[in-house]
């Protein structure tokens, strides 16, 4: 799986369609409060609670595009359950964990996506969000569902229910999900025992055979090295 892959997290989706992503309605985006924005005033990713006072997102989101330069973690802002303005709770950052082998780069090689995941720690807990479980494990076949914030719907989640794992090799999964700016950092997950696992994050998008394709971190593969990251 040799490709080079157009990061989606400032250049323009010329590759994404719209089709396979739905906007929740209010009732329904109230069962996903764990899932918000990061919001870094100069953009956004989508991220995930996976504890009280802990996001999971994509590792090319904390950096500056423009730069390269990592952002400050006071930047950096979490904003969970939010929709049209209004949110469930919200926290700055306190620090931030990225993978040790990650290296920030605006066109990257395949391999590399493995290594595209952070954690960041919120300066405090956010109390009106139930946090997302993990879970290790995706196989090529398995159906998974993403939700996200894009570029096209910013104020509203959207989700994408089923999507497909068309393969998946040293540490990244390959999906036929629509993804777009904005959509990095969202998680991928697994139904498991009828409740969703997070399994993977969104990290960039490509095309393969000239069919548009999602490229996620697969957190088996990774999280625990972004845990033991300074």
Known sequence: MRLLIAFSLILVATISVAEGRK???????????????????????????????MVVTAAHCVFA???????????????AGYRLRKFADHQKAASVSVHPDYIFSRIMKSDQIATDLALVRLS????????????????????????????????????????????????VAVLDCDVTYGVSGAPVMRMIDGAPHIVAVVSAMGK?????????AMLDHSLGAVLAAP
């Open 23 to 53: 906007m929740l309605g209010a009732h329904e985006q109230r069962h996903w409060q764990a899932v918000g924005r990061l919001n870094f005033g100069d953009g956004f990713c989508t991220g995930s609670l996976v504890a009280v006072d």
């Open 65 to 79: 595009n423009r730069t390269g330069v990592q952002r400050l973690a006071e930047k950096i802002h979490f904003v």
């Open 124 to 171: 405090g807990d956010i109390g009106k969000a139930q946090p997302l479980p993990l879970a290790p494990g995706v196989a090529k076949g398995d159906e998974v569902l993403i939700l996200s914030y894009g570029r096209d719907r910013p104020e509203i989640l959207s989700i994408q229910s089923p999507c497909l794992v068309e393969n998946q090799r040293a540490g």
């Open 208 to 216: 393969i055979n000239g069919q548009p394709r999602a490229f996620a």
